[in-house]
């Protein structure tokens, strides 16, 4: 089975741009959830789809924005950039995104905001 | 809120020796998962702990949660180069109605041939 795959691998934007980062989950997966991970931060919860359609939410701005597809693709969008924003973006898929169920990450898109 | 506290936050040990790594909650634990990163990539899992007292092993790997469901360790056996990068551990955490996994900040470890 091919795992989390996500694009673009690496993305240098600017300050006032928008990014869409996509992650295709692994085949029967129906649950998608973004994390960022920064050096002071560590890895934070962004959200989670579900069926296309947003379950869970973390504490990040409105800027941050996702969606899923019908083939259970997600992609998340970030808006207005700004140097924070630069971080390692990973996504995790697991079958029902059910409490202690396991979520297997992507190999990440790492963002540089300049 | 729930937090995860790492111990230690990094590791420098030498080839074939053994090592543990702590992962301490403030709260009950229900699902606590043990990844594994290399610097800058995604995150592979190693093992998940569900009940107290439960411990599991893979290859030289061996994780364990506690009677009281509130720390975890994980303990490297003759440890080798192949074992360095951050270590994470993580738990389910139910928030304002909210599931998410949360983490800890990760233990960096250094194997030395």
């Known amino acids: 089975k091919a795992g989390v795959t996500q694009t673009p691998r690496y993305l240098i934007k600017t300050r006032g741009q928008q990014v869409t980062l996509s992650c295709s989950p692994i085949?029967?997966?129906?649950?998608v959830s973004w994390y960022q991970q920064t050096p002071g931060q560590g890895l934070q919860f962004l959200f989670e789809?579900?069926?296309?359609?947003?379950?869970n939410k973390g504490n990040f701005p409105g800027r941050f924005s996702g969606r899923q597809f019908s083939n259970s693709r997600s992609e998340m969008n970030v808006s207005t950039l700004e140097l924070g924003d630069s971080a390692l973006y990973l996504c995790a898929s697991s079958w029902r995104g059910a409490l202690q169920e396991t979520q297997y990450f992507g190999p990440g898109t790492r963002l540089l905001v300049l | 809120s729930q937090e995860l506290e790492q111990s230690p936050q990094s590791l420098i040990v030498q080839e074939g020796k053994n090592l543990t790594i702590n992962c301490t909650s403030s709260k009950t634990l229900y699902g606590l998962y043990w990844y594994k990163q290399k610097y800058g990539e995604g995150l592979i899992f190693l093992m998940m702990l569900q009940k107290g007292g439960e411990e599991k092993s893979h290859e030289k790997i061996t994780a364990k949660l506690d009677e009281k469901k509130q720390q975890s360790s994980l303990h490297i056996t003759a440890s080798q180069p192949s074992h360095a990068g951050i270590y994470l551990c993580?738990?389910?955490?139910?928030?304002?109605?909210?599931?998410?996994?949360?983490f800890g900040k990760g233990t960096k470890l250094t194997v030395n041939p």
């Open positions: 085949s029967g997966h129906r649950s």
């Open positions: 993580g738990a389910d955490k139910i928030e304002g109605g909210s599931e998410k996994l949360v």
């Open positions: 789809y579900f069926s296309e359609t947003q379950r």
